[in-house]
């Protein structure tokens, strides 16, 4: 890639600057005394290169590739989220269950984090109801695998590319009570609705009692101290009913379909 050395003065001192692709370098400490192509064709020097970050873009468009090839022939589907820590007697694990069994039902295949827990759960009562469920796992310290009841499966490296595939085949969320990793994606799904840099995305929080504070936070706080609209809160549905969790993505994807 060529680099171009420009000097630019707008009246403000700005300071000298060279482009290496998109890339913007200014002042001494930017200083490189090789081009791009003859670091690219030199091939003396160590082999640490294969670890930059520059190499690792490889990697990311790999697993990007990966996850595209993998689910672009899913058909609709709703992503589930919740605690991987809840245990098999927990009522919210029997919940989880009936919500992805709920959601086959109707046609919607089921996504999680095919983790344990809700994550299970939901992909339990998926499989058992006769849809496609599908696990989108995430390399992490403790490794814990894709539980069982994954029909198709994907394992990321990137916490970024596998929520990319959440959000991509997915017409909705629907959260079950969960931690921080739950927290992330439900808050990362709102942000994208509220930029439009996605289609209007229903996203519910399934437990009055477990979300009822966060939702009293929002619009009491974050919404009375006018952080956000009334139209941004109109994108949490909070509900402890599965019949009206599932017309909500039903009413979401209709909608959807009008438009498409």
């Not at 017409?171 to 439900?186: N, R, S, V, W």
């Not at 929002?218 to 994108?235: P, W, Y």
Request: aromatic share 10%; net charge negative.
């Amino acid at each position: 890639m060529t680099e171009v050395t420009r000097n630019i003065n707008n009246g403000d001192d700005s300071p000298p600057e060279r482009r290496r692709g998109p890339v913007v370098l200014r002042r001494s400490s930017q200083a490189e005394n090789t081009t791009t192509d003859q670091r690219l064709l030199d091939s003396r020097g160590p082999s640490d290169w294969v670890h930059t970050d520059p190499w690792r873009v490889l990697r990311i468009q790999a697993e990007f590739v990966e996850g595209f090839g993998a689910l672009a022939e899913i058909p609709r589907a709703v992503t589930v989220f919740g605690s991987a820590r809840t245990p098999r007697d927990h009522p919210e694990y029997q919940l989880g269950r009936e919500i992805g069994a709920a959601l086959a039902e109707v046609g919607f295949a089921v996504i999680t984090g095919g983790g344990p827990g809700v994550m299970e759960a939901a992909n339990r009562g998926a499989s058992e109801a006769g849809g496609l469920s599908v696990g989108l796992g995430i390399e992490l310290p403790f490794e814990q695998g894709l539980n069982s009841w994954v029909d198709l499966g994907v394992n990321f490296r990137y916490f970024f590319t596998r929520k990319t595939m959440f959000i991509k085949y997915s017409q909705a969320f629907i959260c079950l009570p969960g931690g921080f990793g739950t927290l992330d994606e439900l808050f990362e799904a709102l942000t994208l609705v509220q930029t439009k840099k996605v289609t209007k995305f229903p996203v519910v929080l399934f437990g009055s009692k477990y979300w009822g504070g966060l939702y009293e936070w929002v619009r009491d706080t974050v919404l009375g101290e006018g952080k956000i609209s009334e139209r941004d809160l109109q994108l949490l549905h909070v509900t402890d009913d599965i019949d009206d969790a599932v017309n909500v993505v039903k009413k979401a994807y209709k909608a959807w379909e009008e438009t498409h």
